[in-house]
């Protein structure tokens, strides 16, 4: 089992993850969607496409955009669709 925690507080685990470029990516639905807060944030790869970001919220406290994904992944990285992968002091085990 793959866990991804912040704060102290284990916000996503699964053992179905997709590993690109050294990123864990969960499936969507094994993310805690009570951590999770819409950001304004995106940023472009030439060959994944256009990333959205979460802000994590555990207690109180906001690591923002340290989560992302990809709405319409590119062909190439059709394998990230539906999933979300973490940085920021994220810890992946």
């Not at 685990?13 to 009570?34: H, K, L, Q, W």
């Not at 790869?45 to 709405?71: F, I, R």
Request: hydrophobic share 40%.
């Amino acid at each position: 089992m793959t866990t991804a925690s912040w704060n102290g507080t284990v916000v996503a685990e699964s053992d179905d993850i997709v590993t690109v470029e050294g990123n864990a990516y969960f499936p969507r639905d094994a993310v805690r969607a009570d951590v999770l807060r819409p950001s304004d944030a995106q940023t472009v790869c030439h060959w994944k496409g256009t990333a959205s970001y979460y802000d994590l919220e555990v207690d109180g406290q906001v690591n923002a955009a340290a989560a992302w994904y990809y709405p319409e992944p590119e062909d190439a990285a059709k394998e990230i669709a539906g999933r979300v992968a973490f940085w920021k002091g994220v810890e992946i085990r």
